[in-house]
């Protein structure tokens, strides 16, 4: 969210959870990946898929030619140039029927959304609060989304993070609830630009470099608590994994260790995820 600084760059973060979620993201990838192909032939006109398939076929047929004896350098040559020129009309006439799928639109996360999600925010928060135990109170470990508005300044639309009023949770200082950050500012910010969780530590007192890393400003540093410690990260994807806003986890007054609030990270990104396949219905 706001005054922090990262024990350890964000990258590192995302480098040790993806240790354990590197093969179940590569599948995932792939899914998305096949789906998109599968559509991309499915949304196609007769023609155009046709002509794929020929290429296609043609290009199988170059192979054959080139691997098939009798084997000589121009024969080979000839082989590898149709191989090359067929894959090549492949790949353009497959890009041009990707190219005429509609774009999916992404779902605007609503009043009655915002309330259906509130209780998975809250469940990231006392899974949070459990795993740190007695050493933390209900009141110190607060949550909170924030979602992109679209703002018009002098003629240039841009976007502004804001925290959203039905998804906040232990947040008592209205001021603060109001706090407002641009993409690439604060940890929410990072987080939106991004599209990776991250978890950032407030500095203890007369250290310098937080407010340089996260770009925070000096009116958004006077209203954050200032018994902020630490705070995690976590992107709310929708439809074609579309970053829809930030979910935060953070903690008051107390410090730990940083492989402890990476487990924390890991508790909370599961209802996390949880909120992601609410809002794209599955």
């Given amino acids: ?16 959870d993806s240790t354990s979620s590197a ?4 599948l995932k990838n792939g899914k998305y990946l096949l789906e998109g192909a599968r559509s991309a032939m499915r949304g196609a006109p007769p023609a155009l898929k046709a002509s794929i398939y020929v290429t296609f076929v043609l290009a199988i047929l170059g192979l054959g030619y080139f691997a098939l004896p009798p084997y000589d350098s121009t024969k080979q040559f000839r082989g590898l140039v149709a191989i090359g020129v067929f894959l090549f009309l492949f790949m353009i006439l497959f890009v041009l029927a990707f190219a005429r799928l509609p ?15 509130r209780p998975f ?14 050493a933390v109170t209900d009141d110190d470990i607060r949550a909170n989304v924030f979602l992109p508005v ?17 998804l906040c949770i232990k947040m008592q200082n209205q001021a603060e609830r109001e706090v407002v950050f641009s993409p690439g500012t604060g940890a929410t910010g990072h987080a939106f630009q991004f599209g990776e969780p991250l978890i950032a530590y407030r500095n203890p007192a007369g250290l310098r470099g937080w407010d340089k890393k996260y770009k925070i400003s000096a009116a958004q ?8 410690k630490w705070i995690i990260s976590m992107p709310i994807r929708g439809p074609g ?11 008051l007054h107390h410090e730990f260790n940083h492989d402890v ?18 809002i794209m219905g599955e």
């Fill in 221 to 228: 540093a006077h209203v954050i608590d200032p018994e902020l």
């Fill in 103 to 117: 774009r999916p639109k992404v779902s605007e996360i609503t009043g009655a959304m915002r309330l259906a999600l």
């Fill in 1 to 16: 969210m706001g005054a922090t600084e990262s024990e350890s760059d964000g990258a590192e973060h995302a480098r040790l």
């Fill in 261 to 278: 609030l990476v487990e924390c990270s890991g508790l909370a990104s599961a209802f996390v995820e949880m909120m992601s396949r609410l």
């Fill in 150 to 166: 679209k703002v018009d300044k002098g003629g240039h639309e841009r976007i502004e993070l804001r925290m959203a009023p039905e």
């Fill in 23 to 26: 093969p179940t993201e590569f």
């Fill in 241 to 251: 994994r579309k970053t829809l806003g930030v979910a935060n986890v953070d903690g």
């Fill in 121 to 134: 925010l809250d469940n990231a928060r006392v899974s949070v609060k459990n795993r740190l135990g007695a």
